[in-house]
């Protein structure tokens, strides 16, 4: 029997505990290529949510129409007689006709009884509000008194809706050109957003034919702001 020296055997064992060390590296490297369970930390990866919000310029009109109906000045009323004889509608948060004096007789069997144009800014900007209609003393042609005839005004139909530049104060004759009806309407938040526009149209006793139909149509305009 040939014996084997301390060095052989150390010789042997480190070719073993190297070939042990390759066949350990190749199986790991194998494993983590095929999404394998090992010891190894596995590189980090990385996902994205993204979102971009876009400025929307929009407003509605909740309240679009205001019709008065059909019907004529009440001239036998000494309330509604004098120089000046007219009935004066008011369509504001609620309707009224000639301040109470109700010189409009209607001949619906149910009068209308109709309230202002009501705007709501449904987008996410704020937005400058404006107004363009017919020249308003022509809204009655062939009347001589009074000269104007169809007229507006602004308010907030919800608190602090117009931030700024609200036109409230007098009655404005409407023109053949834009008019501003309030600089800052808010878009936020949802209790806040609403103004009204009211109407008042005077009705002469003389000098509008009979039968005579007006159609007035006015355009509300809105800018970012």
């Known amino acids: 029997m040939v014996d084997i020296s301390n060095r052989t055997l150390a010789l042997l064992l480190l070719a073993a505990i190297v ?30 949510v993204t979102l971009t919000i876009t400025s929307a ?14 019907g004529f000045v009440n001239t036998t009323d000494s309330k509604c007689q004098g120089t000046n ?7 504001g948060s609620t309707y009224n006709d000639t301040n109470g004096d109700n010189c409009w007789v209607s001949l619906i069997t149910t009068p209308p009884s109709p309230v202002g144009f009501e705007i709501v800014n449904d987008g996410n900007v704020n937005l400058t509000i404006s107004v363009t209609g017919p020249n308003s003393s022509n809204f009655f042609p062939g009347a001589t ?11 907030n139909n919800e ?7 609200l036109a409230s104060s007098i009655w404005k004759d409407f023109q053949n050109h834009s008019q501003t009806i309030c600089s800052k309407l808010s878009y936020f938040p949802e209790s806040s957003d609403s103004i ?18 007006e159609d007035a149509q006015i355009k509300f305009t809105g800018i970012q702001n």
């Open 145 to 155: 008194n009074p000269l104007t005839n169809l007229s507006w005004k602004a308010r």
């Open 85 to 91: 004889s007219n009935a004066t509608l008011f369509a």
């Open 57 to 70: 310029e929009s407003f509605r009109l909740e309240v679009a129409t205001v019709n008065f109906g059909s």
């Open 159 to 165: 608190s602090s809706s117009c931030t700024s530049g």
């Open 19 to 48: 070939v042990s060390l390759g066949l350990t590296v190749y199986t790991i490297n194998t494993l983590n290529n095929v999404g394998g369970v090992s010891g190894m930390v596995a590189t980090p990866r990385y996902g994205n």
């Open 196 to 213: 009204g526009i009211d109407v008042k149209v005077v009705i002469p006793a003389t000098g509008v034919p009979t039968g005579l139909y």
